[in-house]
């Protein structure tokens, strides 16, 4: 039987491992990070990764963890509805846009891994380097200096990846003008209302809000690279009000002091042209970091898996591994997955760039408050048609191993 080892413990690295490990095959998991909870990490999952979850046999630890659908989309500019559309938006769809918090998943899924005897977790140890032999990738090096040989590793060390540059792989970048703003907001009396994710524009400003896992309101502001003040000295109690319809304006004094101070959460969106090399794969952020532009990234690790654990597990679960093979499964797993990273990518930016629109031009902001009654149907249709690829994915993913 083969060894694995896996770099990260993220959606790539979790869902893997637990795969891996329960078709026998021997998997070393080793995560930099001593807790979950330290790190930054989104909530949203859409159809597409509830559906790769259910694939997984994962849909189940839902009712374990922290986790609330959205029941309805809402766009606001300059305090005015433009359109709302309620979940799930297909007829007869089977899942709603669900939050779930991600430190609670990833600890329930290798809960479930760590039944299996071949697996070993090894947790708050950065992998700091590759071993090679005979050019060939055949393990890797812990900070601490531990080497772990492997006859096959898997990088899903997310989008700054270490591995990638110790493997020579030239990430790409693609234009990105927006990072964000993170904060949490109390969400007091909204707290058992429906769960809205409501987009705000308010002028050439905006933000992202939504009732997250934990029942708190998450807020994601918008920072544009053309942005002329300075983040830090803002008064975001302040700014945040002001960009606010009345209701919410009102919350945000009301409850100003539990406002977190903001968190940057700087993007980077970019591809690799090669995502394996012999002996290591990458998949996830590693080797296409997303842009969090309506919640992709998990969803795309989780269909990442999928294919990848398709091609492998034939391969690694046959008596004494046949490296050549392996390494020739590897091209095939990026052939059969970059169509969808690069439709979803492109898709992603379309939403950024009608956001810019607004955001660059006021006649237009002007003209879409001014002519809402009228145009509404159009943009909600024109809205509805994009999303269809950025909920369902766009290629057939099944897991059939
Ligand atoms: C602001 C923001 C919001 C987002 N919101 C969403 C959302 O709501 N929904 C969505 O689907 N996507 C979202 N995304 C994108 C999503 O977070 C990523 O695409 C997704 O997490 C990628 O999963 P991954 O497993 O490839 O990498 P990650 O989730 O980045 O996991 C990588 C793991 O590797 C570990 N690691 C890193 N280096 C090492 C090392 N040297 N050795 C060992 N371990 C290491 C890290 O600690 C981490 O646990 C968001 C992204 C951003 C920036």
Redesign the pocket.
Known sequence: MSQVVI???????ATMALLLSKKGIAVKL????RD?KR????????PS?LDALEQMDLLGLLAEVPHRAIDAWEFLLSGRTLFRVDEPIEKNGKHYTT?VS?PHLLAAIIEQAETYPQFEFIQG????DLLFSSDRVSGVKLASGQEITADLVIA????????RKKAGLKLTKLQNNLD?L?FKLDSGVFAKSANIFYSILQGREGFGLFRASSGQFHI?WGLHADDNYDWQQVDWGEKLAATSPPWLAEHIVKHRESLTKPML???VVGRCDRWSIPGLLL????VH????IR???????FRDVIVAVNHLVPLLTQSSADLSKIDAALPQIQLEREPEIIRIQKLQAQEIAQAELLHNYAFLRWGAKTFAPIIRPGIRASWLRRQKQLRQGVTKVCLVV
């Open positions: 770099v990260g413990a993220g959606p790539i690295g080793v995560e930099a990070s979950f790190l930054f990490r989104g909530e949203g999952l859409m990764g939050v991600q140890e950065p992998v700091g899903g060390d997310g989008r700054n990846s270490v591995i964000i993170w994601g959460l700087s993007v998949l996830g952020d590693a970091p997303m842009s969090p919640a992709q990234g998990i969803n795309m690790a």
